[in-house]
């Protein structure tokens, strides 16, 4: 009897466990389908939209229309309609742009321009040694007021400015030039392949203070940054001032690399992806840098930039001065190619600092402020490392770390 009742009672468990497993798949099975009909239905209704608005601009539109800037600004559309500020397309032509600016590496004049506030035109803000602009003694300072046939204050911004000023190697470029005394002049200048250092001045400073300015994180920031202080060290730096203004710190290995190089071991930065994953991205060895530091930031300092002015003040004890930073905290997906050449970019998670903090939104605030006015904000590419009131501030603030 007892055998007949356990067995009933493990036949009934059995059938229950099935009935269960059997609900929680169909539930699952369900689920799935009903997101993938979803999605579907999106996809129609999106592509549904873009048929009908296509149908009647050609059976009515007036002016011409080109298919491949449509095309291109079709991709660009969505990615600003995902919600992501920083999911990015890129035409075939901007992402070879892209890649070569990446690697360091450019067919360009030789120079760095931003578009000037007060004149709206291409004010060159550095030159490159051995490149066609010191050829013909382009100089910092100098506008560059015209490309070929188009206005540089025509241009929407310093971006536009750059991608003029690039092209095949050996190919030239005619430009109008307005020298820092504002003579006008014009040239034709060929473009070349040269390498662009991503660390722009090395230089020793009073009272033993290295100031480096670091422009930008390459591929070829690692040796660059280590040759930079160890010249300042071998030359009896005390104390090292790092100038990451206007660094957008788009290469994040290029960031955690010279940031291992600076701290204490341990961990310096993790990422979290949408599942809430956390993967550790680098872990530093125990070789680091014991002088007192100190981290120059502004608005425009993002990504890496960040990342390494925050693990150096939280591993190393360096000090922020400056004002608060970009708070682009997140990590990006490597360059997705699509056929025609061209490539998106999206978030795929967030960056974490050593304790598990992100600063995505809210920036890095730093420990001594040191804010430009307006008239200095104006006067900005102008100064020099002698006379900026930011460096003066930072060389202060590391002065006082010294006991100086």
């Keep these: 009897m007892s055998k007949k009742v356990s067995l009933g009672v493990a036949a009934t468990v ?3 466990a099935m009935a269960v497993t059997f609900s929680m798949t169909m539930t699952v099975s369900m689920n799935m389908f009903n997101n993938t009909v979803s999605s579907v239905k999106n996809k129609e209704r999106m592509y549904n939209k873009l048929s009908e608005v296509d149908r009647y601009v050609r059976a009515n539109e007036y002016f011409d229309i080109n298919d491949d800037t449509l095309n291109d600004t079709i991709a660009s559309g969505y990615m600003l309609g ?6 990015r397309y890129y ?17 360009g004049i030789g120079v760095a321009v931003v578009k000037d506030p007060s004149s709206g035109y291409a004010r060159i803000i550095r030159v490159y040694d051995n490149t066609p602009a010191t050829n013909v003694g382009l100089e910092v300072g100098g506008f560059i007021t015209a490309i070929g046939d188009t206005s540089t204050r025509s241009m929407s911004d310093t971006a536009a400015m750059t991608s003029a000023l690039l092209g095949e190697e050996g190919s030239t470029v005619n430009i109008k030039y307005l020298t820092p005394l504002r003579e006008e002049q014009s040239f034709e200048i ?6 662009t250092p991503s660390i722009s001045t090395v230089r020793l400073m009073d009272n033993g203070v290295g100031y480096l300015r670091i422009d930008s994180f390459t591929s070829g920031t690692a040796v660059e940054f280590r040759n930079a202080v160890n010249s300042l060290t071998n030359q009896g730096a005390t104390s090292l001032i790092f100038d990451l203004r206007d660094n957008s710190g788009e290469n994040l290995n290029a960031a955690l690399v010279a940031t291992d190089y600076c701290v204490p071991s341990g961990l310096i930065a993790q990422s979290q992806d949408k599942g809430g994953n956390v993967t550790d ?3 530093s060895d125990e070789n680091e840098i014991t002088l007192p530091m100190v981290c120059l930031v502004n608005g425009s300092t993002a990504s890496g930039a960040e990342l390494f002015a925050n693990a150096l003040r939280k591993m190393a004890g360096a000090t922020i001065v400056g004002s608060t930073t970009a708070g682009k905290g997140v990590l990006l997906s490597d360059p997705q190619s699509l056929s025609d050449g061209s490539a998106v970019v999206i978030t795929v998670g967030i960056l974490l600092d050593n304790e598990g903090k992100n600063w995505n939104g809210t920036g890095l605030p730093p420990d001594v402020d040191a804010s430009l006015t307006n008239d200095e904000q104006s006067s900005y590419y102008d100064f020099t490392v002698d006379n900026d009131p930011q460096i003066t ?12």
Excluded at 82 to 87: C, E, K, R
């Design 14 to 16: 059995t059938l229950i």
């Design 82 to 87: 995902i919600s992501d500020q920083y999911a």
């Design 91 to 107: 035409s075939a032509k901007a992402y070879s742009e892209r890649v070569g600016l990446a690697n360091g590496r450019l067919m």
């Design 190 to 195: 060929a473009h070349a392949n040269y390498t």
């Design 281 to 283: 991205l680098r872990m």
């Design 393 to 404: 501030k930072a060389i202060n603030a590391i002065s006082g770390a010294n006991g100086q």
